[in-house]
Nanobody, 116 residues
Framework: QVQLVESGGGLVQAGGSLRLSCAASGSISSVNTMGWYRQAPGKERELVADITTGGRTDYADSVKGRFTISRDGAKNTVYLQMNSLKPEDTCVYYC??????????WGQGTQVTVSS
């Protein structure tokens, strides 16, 4: 089992910044992918960004150039720095962990609200 604890959501004005953090604990595999997904009401959950233990990153086109994902391997923590936030970024953001064997875990979600 892997537990994910998220922090850093909140309310911010358009153009502002927020930083999300997600700390993983439990049975962490040496090779894994951690990332962030988001889900708006009535819509499917979508990938925002993810990062492998090797440092390879992947971003949704809608956040490229504005969001940066990083990780601290020693702390099993992934970060999402969100800059130039837009009202359409308003969503519940979920931390995700995928082991090399395909096991997937989710955080409880953190609300990000961007006011115009």
């Amino acid at each position: 089992q892997v537990q994910l604890v998220e922090s850093g959501g909140g309310l911010v004005q358009a153009g502002g910044s927020l930083r999300l953090s997600c700390a993983a604990s439990g049975s962490i595999s040496s090779v894994n992918t951690m990332g962030w997904y988001r889900q708006a009401p009535g819509k499917e959950r979508e990938l925002v960004a993810d990062i492998t233990t090797g440092g390879r990153t992947d971003y949704a086109d809608s956040v490229k150039g504005r969001f940066t994902i990083s990780r601290d391997g020693a702390k099993n923590t992934v970060y999402l720095q969100m800059n130039s936030l837009k009202p359409e970024d308003t969503c519940v953001y979920y931390c995700n962990y995928k082991s090399i064997w395909g096991a997937t875990y989710w955080g409880q979600g953190t609300q990000v609200t961007v006011s115009s």
